[in-house]
């Protein structure tokens, strides 16, 4: 199938297969890993919290150096094959080999010292982190080399979190129906080292699923780009804060999202004496509104702005935040309305406000590479390591500190770290609103020195006829041009 990238066209079947590169990552990673690792490590496994959180520093920190490199390397590989779809083809088999590992016993070492369990949970949960960032990098780097339309990358951001949402509700649906049905004899109260066929067989069947429904991405994608084509530097442009400020709106975003799903289990479960079954039902809601945001946030984002889309959709995640911090107090006020289950509301604001900050960054990310598609893939590298290390370093500094806390704590994890990852990324985007504006300033008045200066034509008997004024025109013209184009470029 012919793909016209120069203008933006892509077929239908060209766009569904690039959203299908993700999937597996949904499924694994981004609903099962993120959402019941941890609980799996603490209350099936039996870890102290202190050491799953090392698991998941390990993992985020492997993930995290492993990125950047590998995104160099997509950048600079010549593979006939596609230089995105191999680190790709790579991802999906480290994936397949390793992921049902971290949800068994420690094989050989069921009844060593926790530290051996920790070592090889870590062992595998790093070639996992491998595969996920290859599969990962591989179709980011591929949505500017697609097309060069700003409104065709967000409808293909919008495709790839509308199915991550929607992989993600799957995961929930299928972990609500094997709590209720795979394992009757458990506690219907809480997680137990009962349920651990559950999350097992979940694992498998998710796997499986994830690898069928990739596929579409290997065969039905033709990349477009080659190293010849190669027009600007790998490192060109990293001397700019736009980079750096988008790079800081993808990370507090990324923080909201992963750390949300991680820790609203615990909270339901430990802070509310939820039934376990809540631990599906919670991230389910979360998901099912994340999917409607991700499907409208383009009409939104036409019609009132990249900018002004983010501020509100930051301004409906705080008023979430006050909402849970407040929920006691509601509670007590009146009982009836603000009852256990209302906390089913500010989830679902999390979700739709996630997801539609996170299409919003990576749009922000793919306009960012522009026209330098080359160095795409260091790019979102650079931009991953910021996420993999925020968010292990978050981690393992809550689960320290969960050791020795109360069971309310879970509530002021979601409250203060989307607070304050929110607060980042509006600060990030304001600034990067008003560079925005600066530049049009100063493009407009490039464009309007143009206009002005009116330049007499050379005679045709040579330079010699120019007088010294139209000289001094000329370079009081050369001069502000420069000095437009340094401010343009800062």
């Not at 780097?141 to 199915?163: C, D, F, G, S, W």
């Not at 989830?347 to 160095?375: D, E, K, P, R």
């Amino acid at each position: 199938t012919k793909m016209a990238s120069e203008e933006g066209i892509l077929t239908l079947k060209e766009r569904c297969a690039f959203g299908t590169a993700h999937l597996m990552n949904v499924l694994c990673l981004s609903g099962m890993w993120f959402s019941y690792i941890l609980i799996f490590f603490t209350k099936v496994i039996g870890l102290p919290k202190a050491q799953a959180g090392l698991i998941l520093l390990v993992a985020q920190f492997g993930g995290a150096i492993i990125t950047p490199a590998m995104g160099l390397a997509s950048d600079t590989c010549s593979c006939a094959y596609g230089r995105r779809k191999i680190f790709h083809l790579f991802g999906m088999i480290a994936m397949l080999s390793t992921f049902v590992f971290l949800w068994l016993d420690c094989l050989g070492c069921e009844n060593a010292p926790s530290g051996y369990k920790v070592v090889y949970y870590s062992s595998f949960a790093i070639v996992v982190q491998f595969g996920w960032s290859a599969m990962q990098l591989a179709q980011l780097t591929m949505v500017p080399e697609l097309t060069t339309h700003k409104a065709t990358r967000m409808q293909l951001n919008q495709i790839r979190y509308a199915l991550t949402t929607i992989g993600g509700l799957l995961v929930f649906v299928l972990f609500w129906i094997l709590l209720s049905k795979l394992n009757k004899n458990s506690d219907p109260s809480d997680i137990s080292p009962a349920d651990k066929i559950v999350f097992w067989v979940m694992a498998l069947i998710l796997l499986a699923l994830g690898f069928v429904i990739t596929l579409p991405f290997q065969v039905g994608i033709r990349e477009r780009s080659s190293l010849s084509a190669r027009t600007k530097k790998i490192y060109e442009g990293f001397q700019k804060p736009m980079l750096y400020l988008s790079i800081c709106a993808f990370t507090s975003g990324r923080v909201i999202t992963v750390i949300t799903q991680q820790y609203i289990p615990f909270y339901l479960l430990d802070s509310l004496d939820m039934p376990k079954t809540s631990i599906a039902i919670g991230p389910m809601v979360w998901y099912v509104l994340a999917s409607v945001a991700a499907i409208c946030i383009q009409k939104i984002s036409s019609k009132i702005g990249d900018e002004m889309t983010y501020f509100c959709c930051l301004m409906l995640m705080f008023e979430s935040v006050i909402w849970l911090w407040a929920k006691p107090t509601l509670q007590e006020i009146s009982p009836s309305i603000w009852d256990q289950y209302s906390v089913y509301i500010p989830i679902a604001i999390f979700g739709a406000t996630g997801s539609s900050l996170m299409v919003m960054n990576l749009t922000y990310m793919s306009t960012l590479t522009g026209s330098n598609i080359q160095s795409a893939g260091f790019v979102w590298g650079i931009a991953l390591f910021s996420d993999r290390i925020s968010n292990g370093l978050i981690n393992i500094l809550i689960l320290h500190v969960a050791t020795s806390s109360s069971a309310t704590f879970y509530r002021y994890v979601l409250v203060y770290t989307n607070f304050g990852a929110g607060a980042i990324g509006l600060a990030s985007v304001i600034i990067i609103a008003l560079l925005k504006r600066r530049e049009m300033n100063a493009a407009a008045a490039l464009e309007q020195v143009s206009l002005n200066i009116q330049i007499p034509a050379a005679p045709v008997d040579g330079a010699s006829n120019i007088t010294a004024s139209v000289k001094d025109q000329r370079a009081a013209q050369d001069s502000h041009r420069r000095t437009l184009e340094l401010f343009m470029s800062v």
